[in-house]
């Protein structure tokens, strides 16, 4: 009785706190090199996927370039179409935004990437409400957020007609696509690609972002905390398949974790422990802090008590990520949790920062994975490295191994698709 | 110094395989750069994707893919361009063009189709909002410095707030400065609009010319029209673009066709022959002053690829015109184009 085998993909580490770049082994987060040592990582432990985010606005805070984090990066598409060279079997994701594109363009572009890397791109369908980030485009301005879903959602069907629009014996026919955001019509300028469509990722965690994973997607990019609402989110996303005419295994769950492995379980918590503070600096610790309380708190000590003021609600101070929601109960929570536990300033921006993790010795590490997976809190796992580009190393030269043995994970790819290491099926043509 | 490049556009080519194969081609010839051609309008691959891909498998040889600039996003085209800089390690060119058909913009549905002379006007602003994005962070902007616990000098990245009749881009890049400081702009400069955009923007200028007369005409005006527009008329490379089809043998230029010069086709000036008189003809050009250089297409594109490489740039460098080895790493420095200095950076210390 063979058992469910668990996916694997890689984050490269993106623009965030997370990836800690004062560290002495950090190295260039633009330079090929970099990409394609991950990559190649990737591909040596069997991976289904590496996944690329992606930035088009610097973030700003206070008005002003926020510099703390890493900043700059390449755009996604033409790094993966140059990683297709160095790796052989790895699928290629990239993040690409619906409503600052168009559908032509892009699913040209995707099949591209598909017919280059041998049927192994993968497209992460996100969308922006953001006027500032407008400010870099010509469509300029921005949607209301149902609209995101609505574009979306018929953006990527009218990208599944060009990619269908061609005959099976290679022969262009027309087509056209009228709705409510395209009205377009003409010839593709490919065949349909190895996979026939490329893998369709999506992360969202509201409503409308579950629904629209639940009808469109193959792939769902979440963040989870504990096993609970792993299971819980995992149990509601996969009930909803079936509205849509699909089975549980066409649609993988994968949320993005990070792992923090040692000899012993003491040591992996050090370690975890002066990661979390490499990622919070106090620099850091006081800006996430002002994103909070929506005034200038660069006179506080990061090493002292949180300020005793209330919070003010201002949306401009911080523009470029993502909001924080309810900030007045937010600041309220984290003085209760400070008070709590006596914690300074960049103590409790730590501890209310707490990603999921898994923490331990390889072999704790492979068990909590695999129960994951056996709870059916996930189908697998997005690792988010906290360093680039070494990173992925240890996972790869530990955890793999030891998950392999268990048969918990593929020793070998059996397909040279992304679809084949994921097990889906190839959709119908139109 | 005598330039060379060649197309690599192939029919019906989807996969990475035989593009690599042309490029590695060029590439043992020392050629400066291929380029491959794209439009919306008709069958192939994203170019700037599949050069991309050729990159890692290549080592010298400059990449230029065609990016239009109609129905495409100026910030978009940029950040790919300057990626493209970079994963190449500094041998990346865009050549620009623009889309004219109604067909192209029913593909997009977001405006009509407009003259020739506006679009190459609105792809002049998109090269100057491109050079003003890739020089949007100055070269050190990256600092990593641990007590300030700055990844950044933000002093040193820049908005640059442009208005152009048909967009605005606010800026700074997503992608700091390319190596090449601005990846190599071409475009084909032989009608109206387009020349004056080339005289202005331009690295490289491509020129369809039948006569050496003709040739050195327009030559002579892009030099022109780049000096009124304040540059430095010897930062433009001007190369002659022509068709080859080398099928007819080692010397035999067409009978009755006065020794193998370009005639007229449809798809644009044509030469036939041999791949000697071939060099015959480019020895000639460039050493009478007519063109810096020459950006072949093959006909047959293995078969001539191959004609050229072996017999025609082979003869050339035996003569000494054209380099045996690449002395530099950039397609910047294959040209003999010097690396831009930041618009944006204050020179310090001599006010």
């Known amino acids: ?430 | 110094m005598l330039h060379l490049s060649v197309a690599v556009d192939q029919p019906s080519a989807y996969d990475a395989a035989s593009y690599v194969a042309l490029a590695r081609l060029a590439e043992r010839g020392g050629l400066d750069f291929v380029t491959l051609d794209d439009s919306f309008a008709r069958p192939g691959p994203d170019a700037l994707a599949v050069l991309s891909r050729v990159a890692p498998a290549t080592t010298r040889i400059g990449l230029v893919p065609t990016v239009t600039t109609t129905h495409t996003e100026p910030f978009h085209v940029q950040a790919a361009v300057a990626t493209l800089d970079w994963v190449s390690r500094g041998r990346a060119g865009w050549r620009l063009d623009v889309s004219t058909t109604e067909g192209e913009a029913r593909l997009f549905g977001r405006r009509h189709a407009a003259v020739a002379d506006a679009l190459w006007q609105e792809a002049g602003e998109v090269a100057d909002v491109a050079a003003k994005l890739w020089d949007s962070w100055e070269d050190d902007a990256e600092i990593r410095d641990v007590p300030t616990g700055r990844f950044i000098d933000r002093d040193k990245l820049h908005h640059v707030d442009f208005r152009g009749t048909s967009f605005s881009v606010k800026g700074p890049s997503i992608v700091p400065r390319p190596p090449q400081g601005h990846p190599v702009r071409v475009v084909d400069a032989t009608d109206g609009q387009a020349r004056r955009t080339a005289a202005r923007y331009a690295d490289v200028a491509l020129v369809r010319a039948v006569s050496a007369g003709q040739a050195a005409a327009v030559r002579e005006e892009l030099r022109s029209q780049a000096a009124e527009s304040g540059r430095d008329p010897d930062a433009l490379r001007v190369l002659a673009s022509l068709l080859v089809d080398l099928c007819a043998g080692e010397h035999a230029a067409e009978p009755g066709h006065g020794g193998g010069g370009p005639r007229p086709s449809p798809q644009g000036p044509l030469y036939r022959g041999g791949p000697v008189d071939l060099a015959e003809l480019i020895a000639t050009w460039h050493g009478q002053g007519i063109v810096d250089g020459f950006h072949l297409t093959p006909a047959e594109p293995l078969r001539d690829l191959e004609r050229l490489v072996n017999g025609t740039v082979a003869l050339l460098q035996h003569r000494g015109l054209f380099r045996t080895f690449y002395p530099g790493s950039t397609l910047r420095e294959h040209l003999g184009l010097s690396r831009p200095a930041n618009q944006y950076a204050v020179t310090k210390g001599t006010s």
């Not at chain 1, 009785?1 to 623009?15: D, I, N, T």
């Not at chain 1, 700059?72 to 990683?83: D, F, H, N, W």
């Not at chain 1, 890397?117 to 497209?123: D, E």
């Not at chain 1, 002002?290 to 401009?316: K, T």
Request: proline share 6%; glycine share 8%; net charge negative.
């Open chain 1, 1 to 430: 009785m063979s058992r469910r085998q668990m996916h694997l993909a890689a984050h490269f580490p993106g623009v965030n706190n997370t990836t800690v770049w004062a560290d002495p082994e950090s190295k260039s987060q633009i330079e090929f090199s970099s990409f394609e040592h991950l990559a190649r990582t990737a591909e040596r432990g069997l991976f289904d996927f590496f996944f690329l985010a992606e930035g088009l606005r610097l973030r700003e805070h206070k008005g002003r370039i926020h510099d703390l984090d890493v900043v700059g990066r390449p755009e996604s598409i033409t790094v993966l179409s140059a990683l297709a060279a160095v790796t052989e079997r790895l699928g290629l994701a990239a993040t690409v935004n619906a409503t600052f594109n168009e559908p032509f363009e892009l699913a040209r572009r995707f099949a591209t990437l598909d017919h280059l890397s041998g049927g192994r791109a993968a497209w992460n369908v996100v969308t922006s409400s953001d006027a500032f980030t407008g400010e870099n485009f010509r469509r300029g301005g921005y949607l209301d957020r149902a609209d995101r879903y609505t574009r979306a959602a018929e953006f990527l069907d009218t990208a599944r007609e060009l990619w269908d629009s061609w005959t099976p014996d290679g022969i262009p026919r027309p087509f056209a696509h009228r709705g409510r955001h395209f009205d377009i019509a003409g010839e593709f300028t490919l065949p349909r690609p190895p996979q026939g469509h490329p893998v369709v990722i999506q992360a969202g965690d509201s409503d409308e972002g579950r629904e629209f994973a639940a009808s469109a997607a193959d792939v769902v990019f979440s963040r989870r905390s504990s096993l609970e609402d792993g299971r819980a989110f995992y149990a509601d996303v996969k009930r909803r398949l079936a509205k849509y005419g699909r089975a549980p295994g066409d649609l993988k769950i994968m949320p993005g974790v990070g792992v923090v492995l040692g000899d012993t379980a003491a040591e992996a918590q050090e370690r975890a422990a002066e990661i979390r503070r490499q990622q919070t600096s106090p620099q850091t610790a006081l800006l996430t802090l002002e994103q909070i309380w929506g005034v200038d708190l660069s006179s506080y000590d990061p090493d002292g008590p949180l300020p005793d003021i209330d919070p003010v609600v201002d949306p401009a101070l911080t523009q470029g990520r993502t909001r924080r929601g309810d900030t007045v109960a937010i600041a309220e929570k984290w003085r209760a949790l400070s008070r709590e536990k006596g914690l300074s300033i960049r103590q409790t921006v730590i501890e209310a920062g707490g990603r999921q993790f898994f923490i331990g010795t390889p072999e704790a590490v492979a068990t909590e994975l695999e129960q994951f997976v056996r709870y059916e809190a996930a189908d697998g796992f997005i690792l988010v490295p906290h360093l680039t580009p070494g990173g992925l190393d240890e996972f790869v030269d530990r955890v793999v191994p030891l998950l392999q043995e268990r048969g918990a994970f593929r020793t070998e790819y059996r397909g040279s698709t992304l679809r084949s290491h994921l097990g889906l099926p190839e959709p119908v043509r139109n």
